[in-house]
Nanobody, 118 residues
Framework: EVALVESGGALVQPGGSLRLSCAAS????????MTWLRQAPGQGLEWVSG????????EYDDSVKDRFTISRDNAKNTLYLLMDSLKTEDTAVYYC???????????RGQGTQVTVSS
């Protein structure tokens, strides 16, 4: 059974940084592209970033490009999202999921809350 557990969310001031983690189990992690999604209050699910199985290709939504960095450690079955220069509009629940882009048929974790506020 696929299990994804996100962690690392917190309250942070604008301009600050956070690193999110996603621990994966129940599937062959090093053969699966992965993605980060987010959902802001009152809004739909939004694709943030994707990474290929071996980490050689990474893509970002324009809203986070040059501020966020996706990475993975296949030896630890863990996906990361380093978020720098955080803005209030980055406030959302962040989820990881299988796949490079958002796929509503893929399961995701319970999410981790990121709040950017002064």
């Amino acid at each position: 059974e696929v299990a994804l557990v996100e962690s690392g969310g917190a309250l942070v001031q604008p301009g600050g940084s956070l690193r999110l983690s996603c621990a994966a189990s129940g599937f062959t992690f090093d053969r699966s592209p992965m993605t980060w999604l987010r959902q802001a209050p009152g809004q739909g699910l939004e694709w943030v970033s994707g990474i290929t199985a071996n980490g050689d290709v990474k893509e970002y939504d324009d809203s986070v490009k040059d501020r966020f960095t996706i990475s993975r450690d296949n030896a630890k079955n863990t996906l990361y999202l380093l978020m720098d220069s955080l803005k209030t509009e980055d406030t959302a629940v962040y989820y990881c999921a299988k796949g490079f882009y958002y796929n509503p048929y893929e399961s995701r974790g319970q999410g981790t809350q990121v709040t950017v506020s002064s």
